[in-house]
DNA sequence: CTCTCGTAGATGCACCATACACATAGCGCC
DNA sequence: GGCGCTATGTGTATGGTGCATCTACGAGAG
């Protein structure tokens, strides 16, 4: 036995799945970096990189897909709050669109690996 | 109406999806690299990289996954067949595991999306 | 009072997967 | 010989991602 599959080498989400995702949580109402930090770890992310996340959610405020405003806090930092805006709203439709192409190509995918699997060992 | 969602920054399959997709092809039986370049197109990969592909080929026989021989064809250049190892099956299944996983996510993203769109536009 | 912890946002940088271009070679055909 | 198809590669740039680090505010512990 030279080596099982190792935790090493594992899948990730789709490429650019950021900011679908962080799209999608602004659609269902506003928020602010650190809160959707959190809920992103339902969408799929595991313990995502908060660099990144504020990253992303920068870019998509400078191509206009949401606005920001800061909202000072009384327990706490200061937050910067975050609000879809209407062509937001159109790159979320379309990026939806996308990763359901995504998702039927692995449901393909899928398809094809248990009907390799079922009849490679109809044997048990 | 400013801006719709250009082509620009689509999504793309899940980061290492090439890996499993070539174990699944060479699960169903020994092939060479210009023919999975084809078949790839049939598991969401649409026109692959072949420079990619080959690379990601020599990479898993390296990595003792697969073992590949040279085959010779009287009618074109000589062909390097590939065929799946015992652990390159192992393998395949993690990775198809895994690939299940991130499918998973993408069902709870497209739930909570339609879920969000459906009570957003009730009218209709 | 200071130190630490949790919240909140942000930058710098290195790595690695991917994308794109390009090179080589055999064979069939006009 | 030149062209196109098959077939396998290499070189390199780009860009998304991961990891480390920094600042700052408020609250509670010691």
Redesign the interface.
């Known amino acids: 036995m030279?080596?099982?599959?190792a935790a090493e080498?594992?899948?990730?989400?789709?490429?650019?799945?950021l900011?679908?995702?962080l799209l999608?949580l602004l659609?269902?109402g506003t928020s602010h970096g650190y809160e959707l930090l959190e809920q992103l770890t339902?969408?799929?992310l595991d313990r995502p990189d908060p660099g990144r996340v504020y990253r992303s959610l920068r870019a998509m405020d400078e191509d206009?897909l949401v606005r920001s405003e800061w909202t000072p806090s009384t327990t706490g930092p200061a937050r910067r709050t975050y609000a879809l805006t209407?062509?937001g709203r159109?790159?979320?439709?379309?990026?939806?669109g996308?990763?359901?192409?995504?998702?039927?190509?692995?449901?393909?995918?899928?398809r094809?690996?248990q009907r390799?699997?079922t009849q490679?060992e109809p044997v048990r």
């Open positions: 030279s080596g099982e599959p080498f594992q899948i990730g989400m789709p490429r650019n799945y900011r679908p995702a999608l659609g269902e339902a969408l799929g206009g209407s062509e159109d790159w979320l439709h379309a990026l939806a996308s990763l359901a192409e995504v998702s039927r190509a692995l449901g393909s995918y899928q094809r690996y390799l699997t490679d």
